[in-house]
């Protein structure tokens, strides 16, 4: 096994151990460490990680526990394969090819935050949120270009996530939005994805508007299903660019 690189783990917030265990499952989860490999000896690997052997040998057992490494006589640590309900979960992504799992996680991630940002938006918006969001939308139309109607599409969004009033939630937005806009773009590229992506605008400032946390949420679950179906059908058929 090729030493994993060791990042700081002392002057945490929480335990060694927990940093410890935490770091390893990292390894195991990203595939650097793989089923059948084998860890260093504790000497090493304590030094390389700069703890103590009673630490590593505490966070070992906890992975041990967890089934996802093994401790064997005369082989030492070795990285076990996940258990069978583990790979079933994984199955259908498995299935898919690299895009379609990256639509799927895009969508996945955007649909856990963002009708979140639109229900709290409907009940704490300010008069001054509000204008925000209708300056945003009167200087959006389908005829923008795809790089212009991208950008209003994203400013929109952080708007709503800044009327949250959740610091926590707008942080997280800011850096979801840096994920996803990448893919987010297809949906922008044809007239029909950018009128869609207006009306579907409105729809969310208007329950925002009426103070109607449910249908402000709804509504921006309809806008993540259009944009995933556009996105989709665009990279399967290409841009109407009309």
Not at 129 to 150: G, V, Y
Not at 151 to 168: C, G
Not at 200 to 224: N, Q, V
Request: a neutral charge; charged letters at 30%.
């Amino acid at each position: 096994m090729r030493a994993p690189k060791v990042p700081p783990l002392r002057g945490r917030a929480h335990s060694v151990g927990d940093a410890l265990i935490a770091y390893l499952e990292q390894l195991i989860a990203l595939g650097e460490l793989v089923a059948g490999d084998r860890l260093p000896a504790e000497r090493d690997l304590a030094d390389s990680l700069s703890v103590s052997r009673t630490s590593l040998r505490e966070a070992l057992l906890q992975l041990e526990a967890k089934h996802l490494i093994e401790r064997r006589p005369g082989r030492g640590t070795v990285v076990l394969a996940p258990p069978a309900q583990v790979e079933d979960l994984y199955a259908p992504l498995a299935d898919l090819a690299d895009a379609d799992r990256e639509l799927a996680a895009v969508a996945e991630l955007r649909t856990l935050i963002e009708p979140k940002n639109a229900e709290f938006a409907a009940s704490r918006s300010t008069r001054a949120d509000l204008f925000q969001m209708d300056d945003i939308l009167h200087a959006t139309d389908e005829n923008l270009l795809e790089a212009k109607s991208l950008e209003m599409d994203v400013q929109i969004h952080l708007t709503l996530a800044r009327a949250s009033h959740d610091p926590l939630l707008t942080a997280l937005t800011t850096v979801v939005s840096s994920w996803t806009t990448p893919v987010r773009k297809d949906s922008h590229r044809s007239r029909e994805g950018r009128r869609v992506s207006l009306a579907g605008h409105r729809e969310i400032r208007d329950a925002i508007k009426a103070r109607d946390p449910a249908t402000a949420a709804r509504a921006m679950c309809l806008r993540l299903a259009d944009v995933d179906r556009l996105i989709r059908r665009t990279r399967r058929d290409g841009a109407d660019v009309t």
